[in-house]
C-alpha cells in the first residue's frame, strides 16, 4: 500500500524550531520529486520547499528561504523539512507530497501521493 505518513509537528514558540518528516512505504522517494506543501485556514495551499529526484537540488518558496531545509534521509525512505526561526504566519498544516518525473514543480497538482498533514503552531 502506497502511503506517505508526516510527523513532528506541534506547538512552539515564534524564534522556534521544528523537524518535519515524512516517511514512505510502498513506494522509494528517492525516485519521486517531493515537495512539502502547507495551507492555513482560509489560505490557499503554498508549496514552500522541493528537493529534486537526480541530484538533491533543493528550492524554497522566498517566505521559507533561508530558514527552512528540506532533505532526505540516508536510506530510511524519509525526506526532512528543518524549520528554524519559526513565524506566526508559518502556523499551517503542512503536507508531503510525492511527484513522479523528474521535473521538480511547484503546482500541487502533479503531486500523485500526499500524506495526511501534521499541523504546526507557532505562539507564545
Known amino acids: 500500500q502506497v502511503q506517505l505518513v508526516e510527523s513532528g509537528g506541534g506547538l512552539v514558540q515564534p524564534g522556534g524550531s521544528l523537524r518535519l518528516s515524512c516517511a514512505a512505504s510502498?513506494?522509494?522517494?528517492?525516485?519521486?520529486?517531493i515537495g512539502w506543501f502547507r495551507q492555513a485556514p482560509g489560505k490557499e495551499r503554498e508549496g514552500v520547499s522541493f528537493?529534486?529526484?537526480?541530484?538533491?537540488?533543493?528550492y524554497y518558496s522566498d517566505s521559507v528561504k533561508g530558514r527552512f531545509t528540506i532533505s532526505r534521509g540516508n536510506a530510511k525512505n524519509t525526506v526532512y523539512l528543518q524549520m528554524n526561526s519559526l513565524k506566526p504566519e508559518d502556523a499551517a498544516v503542512y503536507y508531503c507530497?510525492?511527484?513522479?518525473?523528474?521535473?521538480?514543480?511547484?503546482?500541487?497538482?502533479?503531486?500523485?501521493?500526499w500524506g495526511q498533514g501534521t499541523q504546526v503552531t507557532v505562539s507564545s
Open positions: 528537493i529534486s529526484r537526480s541530484d538533491g537540488t533543493t
Open positions: 507530497a510525492a511527484a513522479p518525473g523528474v521535473v521538480v514543480t511547484p503546482h500541487a497538482g502533479e503531486y500523485a501521493y
Open positions: 510502498g513506494f522509494f522517494l528517492d525516485y519521486y520529486v
